[in-house]
């Protein structure tokens, strides 16, 4: 059956204000009480936590502005295997970390360094699935998103294995495996189309894309949907398969919602931001969000929240790491 677009755009405002009334105190304490997150989780037991996170991200990202993307997307590849429980942090042999879809995240160090100076400060109190939430937020913020408040309790898992690393979506996915994906986590279309807008700023390798610029479907031609300017601009930028291209082709510095008016372009660096705009389940959310970019900004925020709850581990389970790199031996 298709829905005529005016009634999804008016369906996408609706949830709009019921998420938004959904962030009252009351339903924040909801939340807190269905996750076994709290916002004060660390309140008495280390009050300095957030400064402590908010102050590293701050010194690392004002030199090198690049690290608010990578933070943000590595909470993602986080939280897209096992759920939010910083296995792609633990660096052994056969680790998600160590997995070729994994070659281009960064930040590792940024989140070692937060960790030793917490374990000064709160030793063995401070799990760094927490950290790496915190510090993505804080990184969004800095980028020039928006601002959520983060419950805490993650525990970190005791498990990571290179293979799962293939469940990450990697750009050439189609729509309906990337909302079953999502669905898997908890998230919905709608949560589809608004994180995908993360791509607003950030680069990708010039790898992830020689495919569909070059030999799409083995064609031996480039993505018939891609506007033939871009295309050409893609051919010179992505000689070498190690350089890099921005997600975002216009305004790549800004966090904002041109990353969809690209879209609506046939701009989008990588197939599944480009079928966003074409297939029928997602483009009335790309209009809405390109026509509105507070919607874009808001909803980010309140997308993001919903990621860093995605299968989190709470109470006894997994353990609180002393060296996010290594589970612990006692
Ligand atoms: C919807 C499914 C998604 C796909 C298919 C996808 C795919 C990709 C790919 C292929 C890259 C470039 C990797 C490379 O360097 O070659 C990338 C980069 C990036 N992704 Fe995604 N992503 C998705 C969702 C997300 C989400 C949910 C977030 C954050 C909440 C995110 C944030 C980012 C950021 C910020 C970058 C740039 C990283 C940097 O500059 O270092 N992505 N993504």
């Known amino acids: 059956m298709k829905v005529p677009v005016t009634s999804l755009v008016l369906m996408i405002a609706v949830l709009t204000v019921v998420q938004l009334s959904c962030n009252s105190a009351w339903a924040q304490f909801i939340e807190e009480e269905e996750l076994d997150l709290l916002f004060g989780f660390y309140h008495r037991t280390c009050p300095q936590f957030e400064a402590i996170v908010h102050r590293k991200v701050k010194q690392w990202v004002d030199k090198d502005r690049t690290l608010a993307p990578a933070l943000m997307r590595l909470h993602f590849h986080d939280c897209s295997v096992r759920g939010c429980d910083a296995s792609i942090l633990l660096n052994q042999p056969g680790s998600e970390r160590k997995a070729e879809e994994s070659k281009s995240l960064r930040g590792f160090e940024l989140i070692d360094e937060i960790k030793a100076e917490l374990e000064k400060k709160c030793p063995k109190t401070v799990s ?152 029928h389940r997602t483009s009335p959310i790309v209009a809405a969000l390109a026509s509105q970019p507070h919607l874009f900004h808001y909803q980010f925020g309140v997308s993001m929240a919903k990621l860093g709850n995605v299968q989190v581990l709470t109470g006894e389970e997994g353990e609180v790491r002393s060296n996010c790199n290594f589970v612990n031996r006692y």
């Open 128 to 279: 760094c699935a927490d950290i790496l939430t915190a510090a993505a937020r804080d990184a969004t913020v800095m980028a020039g998103g928006p601002f959520w408040m983060v419950p805490y309790g993650r525990r970190d898992g005791r498990v990571s294995i290179a293979k799962e690393a293939k469940l990450v979506p990697m750009g050439h996915e189609n729509i309906t495996s990337l909302i079953e994906f999502f669905q898997s986590q908890g998230l919905n279309v709608l949560d589809l189309v608004v994180l995908s807008g993360a791509h607003t700023i950030g680069r990708c390798t010039c790898g992830s894309v020689q495919s569909r610029i070059y030999n799409h479907k083995g064609t031996g031609k480039a993505d018939p949907t891609i506007d033939p300017k871009y295309l050409n601009y893609l051919r010179r930028k992505c000689r070498w398969a190690s350089e890099y291209v921005d997600l975002d082709a216009t305004t790549p510095k800004a966090f904002d919602s041109v990353y969809y008016k690209n879209l609506q372009k046939k701009m989008g660096l990588l197939t599944s931001d480009q079928l966003l705009h074409s297939d």
